[in-house]
C-alpha cells in the first residue's frame, strides 16, 4: 500500500498510477483522507520510493466491454495474458497493460434501430456474430434518461473503435457510441426491466446436485470444503458440462496449473449442443495465487461485470469463482495495511456485506425487451483447517440459495464427487419430483443412522431389516450420489437418464426384500451394485445399457417379495 | 551509488528503522556490527522513516551501527559455476569456495504467465507404490511431505532425489539440523549427484531470520537453470521454519495476526513461492518438494493448513509410511491414464477398501464379533500394509499393480472389490 499526498480531487476507486523506475505502475485509490489517498498497487511494490510521481486518471476501476471477450483468458484487470506473453516472454512484466479487446478486427455489425428511435441505457441497436452468439452492441449502461437515435451506420463491417451510432440525451447533449465501451467492475448493472425468482433447474450433468441440491439459473450456491476435497475438480467438470450459454472462470487466487488445464482443455473439447469448441462459449479471468493480490481483489468483479454484459443480451451466463476465501483473504491484506479495526479472525468488519453483495450481482432477469437473460453464481470457499465455522463460509451460507459442502471424510475414502449428501441443501426445484428426492434423502439418512448404530452395537446387534435399509443407502449412494468424472460416460448424465435411473433405483429402495441373513443379503447388494456400476459406464440406451438393465431388474425380481411399510405411497 | 547512514533510531527484533532518503522499497542495505556485515532490506518506507529487516538478527546491532545501502534489491549469482557449491541462506559460500559474482539475477521475480505454462505429463518414477500407483509424482509438481519432527522425511526426500530424473537439484535447508546437512551431503555424494547440486542451506544455529532467503534465492537460480532448458529439482525442508521467520517479522512490526499469530498474507507468501514450480513451454521445469512439520500434529495448524491449499497435493508421512488418507497428488490424472488401463481402477479400489478395513479395525477395536466380511476386510488390511504401504518396498510400477490385483485376489471375490467388470476379466488372478 502507498500513501499519495495529492492537490486538486481525488475519487474513491479511481485509477491511478505509479511513476517509478521507468515503469507506470496501475494503482487504486481505497481510502482518502484529507490531501492523502491511501493506494493499493496492482503490481509488486519492489523499487517504489518516497517521491515518486503519481498520475490520477479520474476514471474508476472498469471492465472493456465489446464482441471479443469470448475465448479470452485475462488477469485480474483485464490484462490479456496470451497477448502479454506474446509481449513479454514467460513472465508477467510490471506495468505493461494491454486492450482487453482486439482493435483491429473487423466485425459485421447489423443495426437493429434506425436514426430517430428512442433507446435507453442497456438497449440493443444492433449486433454482430460472436461465434454462436449474436453479440447485442447495446446503449452503453451508464448513459441516463431516454436517448434519441440520431444516426447509426449502414450494415458492414466496423472494428469494435469505429463509432457506429450517434444517441443524443435529453439535455441535448450527443454521444458517439462504438462497440465497446467501459463499466466500472464494482458497480452492479441494472439496465433490466425486473428481476425473477430464480426457478428453473440449471442443468450440471452432476447426479447429486440435480437431483438432490439443485442450482437454479439465476441462483447462487458455494461450495466450501477443506484442501484436496474436491471444489476445483467439480468446478472444471461443472464449466464443462453445464447447460448454460457462457461460462466465465475466475480463478482467484488459486493454482497457476489449474488454469493451464482449462486453457489447454477448452479449444480441444466440443460442446456436445452446438458443435463448436467449449472455449468459444467459456472466458477466463485469472489471477492466480502469486500474482499481485489487490489485482486478484478485483478479478472476481471484473468476472461479474462480464457475466452481466451478457446477461443483457438476454443469455444464460454461469460464474464460478475459485476460491472466493482468497478474494477475502486479499481484502484482508489490504485492510491490516489500512490499520483498520479487524473483526474476526482478522477479516474486516465489512466481509459479510461485501461478500452479500458480490452474490446480489447474480440473478435472472426480464430484460426491457422483454427477454430472459441469468447470471449464476458459483463459489469455492477454503475454510481455515478445513472447519466451516470460519467468517467467510459463515457469511457465504448466508446469502446462497444452495450449499454443496464437501466432506474430507469422503473425499479420503474417494467418494467422490465428495458432497455431503446430507448436510448439503438447497432452495431451488431439481429435475426430479421432490416427493421421490425426499424418499431418497430419507433411505439415506436412515442408512447413516444405522451405520452409526452398528459402530456401538455391531453388526451382530443389528437386526436384518436395519442392516437392509444400511445396504439400500450404501447403494443409493455408491452407484448414484457419487459418480466418476474421469469416465466419458459417467461424466456427465443427462435430465432423462438421471430420471430414468433414479426410478429404477427407487424400485429397489422401495422393495421388500426376501434374504435369509446378512450374508446373503451383501452378496446380493454387492452383485447389484456391480451391474449398476457396469450399467452407468455404458452409452445410454445402447444394447449392453438395456442388457444390463434387464440383468438389474431379474436380480430384483427374484429377491423382492412386496413393498416395505416405510415406502407407502410409492 | 551507494548511501551510507550512520543512525539507526530504532531496533526491536530483527527491524531497525533509519533516517534516511532516496531509498527504495525492498532495496538491500548491509549493517555493519561490530560482529560484522548483515545483509537487510527494506521492508517499509515512511516519508524519511526506513524500516529493515536484519537478516542476521537485531541481536548485537548497535545504535552507531553504519548502514549503506546498496541501490538495489537482493540478486544472486546465477552461472554453471554454482554447481557443485554449498550457500547459506544469503548466497554466500559455506563450502570455502571462492565468492561468485558473475551475472547476478533478481530474486523474488515476477510470476510466469499461465499462458506459456504447459500441462505437466511426465511422472516421476520413485519406486514407491504410495506414490506411483496412489499418488504419482509428476514433473513440474509442487508437493510438500507433510510429517511430524522424528519422521524420515528428509530419508524420504534424498532417496526421491537420487531417483528422479532431473538434471539439476537445488536443495534449500531451512533451520536444517546440522547433521542433516551432513546427511544430504553425504548422500547426494554416494548416489553421484553432488556435482549437480547447490546447496543454499541455513541451519538451526543460523539466525532465524535468516531463513527467510532461502525460498527465494533457491527458486531465482531454479528458474533461470529452467529457462536454460534443465530439468530442476529442488527441494525445500522445512517451510514451516520458514513460515515461523515471517510470523517473527509480522509480529514485530505489529501486524494484526489472523490465526495463531502468523500473518494474514502468510498463503499469498507461501504461494509465491510455490507457484514457481512449473514446466514453460519449449523449455526446462522447476519440480518442488518441500518438507512441512505439523507441530502437534495438527494439519489444521496455519502452515500445514496454508500450504495444503496452495500445493498440488502432500505426502502424509507417518509411522515411517506414506498414509494413504490425507496423502494425494492432484497432478496423478495427467499421468495415470497414460500408464495402465487398471492403473486408476487400483488405485481407487485398493483405497476404497482400506478404508472399509479400517472400519472394521475399529469395530474389532471395540471387541465386536467380526463378520465374514470383516475378517476378509481385517487379512487385506494387513497384506496391504505389508505389501504396499511399507517404505522398504521398492518396486517399478507395473509389479506394484500386480501385486495389488494378486493381494486382492487373495482375499476377495471379483464383486466385492467393486471394479468393473472389464478390469476383472482381464487382470483377476485366480490364485488357489
Ligand atoms: N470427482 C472426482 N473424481 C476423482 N478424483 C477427484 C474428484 N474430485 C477431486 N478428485 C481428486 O482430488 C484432487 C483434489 O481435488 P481439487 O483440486 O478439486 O481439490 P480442492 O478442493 O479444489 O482443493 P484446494 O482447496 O486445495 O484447491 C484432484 O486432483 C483429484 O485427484
Ligand atoms: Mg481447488
Redesign the pocket.
Known sequence: MVSVEFTGEATMNEVCYIHSGGKRLKSEIIRINGNVADIQVFEMTTGIGVGDDVEFTGELLSVQLGPGLLGQVYDGLQNPLPKLAEECGFFLDRGVYLSALNETKVWEFTPSVEAGAKVEAGDQIGFVKEGIFNHWIMVPFQLGGVLTVKRIVAAGGYTVNDTVAEVEDEKGDLHPLTMVFNWPVKRAVKCYAERLKPSETLITKLRIIDTFIPVAKGGTYC?P?????????????TSKNAEVDIVIIAACG??AG?VVETIKEFPELLDPKTGRSLMERTVIICNTSSMPVAAREASVYTAVSIGEYYRQMGLNVLLLA??TSRWAQAMREMSGRLEEIPGEEAFPAYLESLIAAFYERAGIVRLKNGGNGSVTIGG?V?PAGGNFEEPVTQATLKVVGAFHG?SRQR?DA?K???IHPLESWSKYTGIIDEKKTEYGRSILFKGDEVDQMMKVVGEEGTSLDDYIIYLKSDLLDFVYVQ????DPVDAAVEPERQQHVYDILMDILTAKLDFAGKDEARTWFNRVRQNFLDYNGKEWKSDEFNKLEATISQLLADKKIGAEAYAEGF | MQKVYSKIESISGNVITVTATGVRNKELAVVETRYGPSLAEVIRLKRDEVALQVFNGGRGVSTGDEVRFMGEPMKVSFSDNLLGRIFDGSGRPRDGGPELADTLIEIGGPSVNPARRIVPQNMVRTGIPMIDVF?SLVESQKLPIFSVSGEPYNELLARIALQAEVDIIILGGMGLKYDDYLFFKETLEKGGVLSRTVFFVHTAADPVVESLLVPDVSLAVAENFAIHGRRVLVLLTDMTNFADAMKEIAITMEQVPSNRGYPGDLYTQLASRYEKAVDFEGSGSITILGVTTMPGDDVTHPVPDNT??????QFYLRNGRIEPFGS??????QVNGKTRPDHRAIM?GMIKLYAAYKESLEKKSMGFKMSDWDEKLLTYGEMFEREMMDLSVNIPLEAALDKGWEIMASCFVPEETGLKSELIDQYWTNKV
Open positions: 461450495i470444503g477443506p484442501f484436496g476435497a474436491g471444489k476445483t475438480v467439480l468446478q472444471q467438470v488459486e493454482r489449474e475459485d476460491s469455492t477454503s464437501l473425499s474417494r467422490y464427487p465428495a459418480q466418476n468424472s474421469f | 499418488n495444503g491449499y496452495i500445493t498440488e497435493g494425494l497428488s492432484r497432478l496423478k490424472q481407487d
